[in-house]
């Protein structure tokens, strides 16, 4: 009786193990279940299989600004017809001078800046960034769009085997953000009296343009423009307002005020190496993308420029309200002479109207 208590004990003891085993194996399969489903979704979710890879590359932060806003809407366009678009943001792959040479080269495939950095290859793409002649977006888009953009393309085309697939605009005009208390100005003839140092683009177009201004043009690269500000190496510089935040210039600045010079136009800039490695197939689904994504971040500028001169004037800045007409008046002449020196009298008679 003994030895049958003993083994009727043993019994339960292994029933008792196998109901916990049994338990625990059949607790853990609702998280099977669910890692099962939860896995589902990101089948649903999977890239599609690409055909070709392009890496886009550009001097901007990876935040939230009018460079990374143009190579995400051309990532996601290009999606659907199996391109993959690899961002390079932040200068990863050089400066603005590295990139326009290595799309030339053909070691980049696609830079995402404005028309004035190619200026320098093919010169009169410097009739886009002259200042006072965009009325509105609208205006900008369909000049680009037209005849004027098809013959600027096809120049630098010609000239440097650079291949603009799409223009867009700028998130914003051009402004004047300046550091010291009483480094503001109102009207153009306070701007000269000030004499003051602004960092600007080293471009013709645009040392030319803050001289009839009445300031003090100093080319610099743009990677240098937070820390000089900073420092008073500089008084000041010349840039939009939304890429006047993404780059934290805000923090730095005092004054910002509304010349609203310039919109300078930007454009995906491919090197015809490149785009020749490509079939005719995908050459025509990249041209599309191109277009889409040009038509999406074009659509964004209005919005993105009234917030981010709002989010600009709460962060402290003081924004100023200055006399256009009066520094109007004063590019307009040198446009005029600059256009007549140039050759590109024709062209900028066609943006003007």
């Not at 901007?60 to 659907?80: M, P, R």
């Not at 610099?220 to 500089?234: A, D, N, P, R």
């Not at 256009?339 to 590109?344: A, F, L, Q, S």
Request: aromatic letters at 8%; glycine letters at 8%.
């Amino acid at each position: 009786m003994r030895f049958l208590a003993l083994l009727c004990a043993a019994a339960l003891i292994i029933t008792l193990f196998a109901g916990c085993g049994s338990s625990s194996a059949f607790e853990t399969k609702p998280e099977e279940t669910k890692t099962s489903q939860t896995a589902e979704p990101a089948e649903t979710e999977a890239e599609p299989e690409y055909e070709v890879t392009l890496n886009v590359a550009h001097v901007q932060s990876d935040g939230d600004n009018v460079a990374q806003a143009y190579a995400l809407a051309l990532k996601e366009a290009c999606k659907k017809y199996g391109i993959k678009i690899e961002i390079f943001p932040g200068a990863q792959l050089g400066d603005s001078a590295a990139l326009v040479e290595g799309v030339q080269m053909g070691t980049i495939d696609i830079n995402i800046t404005g028309t004035a950095d190619y200026g320098k290859l093919y010169a009169p793409l410097g009739v886009l960034d002259l200042a006072y002649i965009w009325k509105d977006y609208d205006q900008m888009a369909g000049v680009l769009n037209g005849e004027v953009g098809t013959e600027l393309a096809k120049g630098l085309l010609d000239a440097a085997g650079v291949r603009i697939l799409a223009y867009s605009v700028s998130f914003g005009y051009r402004c004047v953000g300046t550091v010291g208390e009483k480094n503001a100005f109102t009207n153009l003839d306070e701007a000269k009296a000030l004499n003051l140092k602004i960092r600007t683009i080293e471009s013709d177009v645009y040392i030319n343009t803050m001289q009839a201004m009445g300031l003090n043009p100093t080319p610099m690269g743009f990677g240098e423009v937070y820390t000089s500000l900073q420092t008073h190496v500089i008084d000041g510089y010349e840039h939009d307002c939304n890429t006047s935040l993404a780059n934290a210039f805000d923090e730095v600045i005092d004054h910002y005020m509304l010349t609203k010079h310039m919109c300078g136009p930007m454009g995906l800039f491919m090197s015809e190496i490149s785009f020749q490695k490509l079939t005719e197939e995908q050459q025509k689904n990249l041209l599309a993308a191109a277009a889409e994504a040009s038509a999406a971040h074009t659509a964004m500028a209005p919005e993105k420029e009234a917030v981010s001169l709002a989010e600009m004037e709460s962060s402290g800045v003081d924004i100023v309200e200055v006399d256009v007409d009066s520094f109007a008046k004063a590019v307009n002449e040198f446009n005029i002479k600059y256009c007549e020196e140039k050759g590109w009298t024709d062209v900028y008679n066609k943006i003007v109207g």
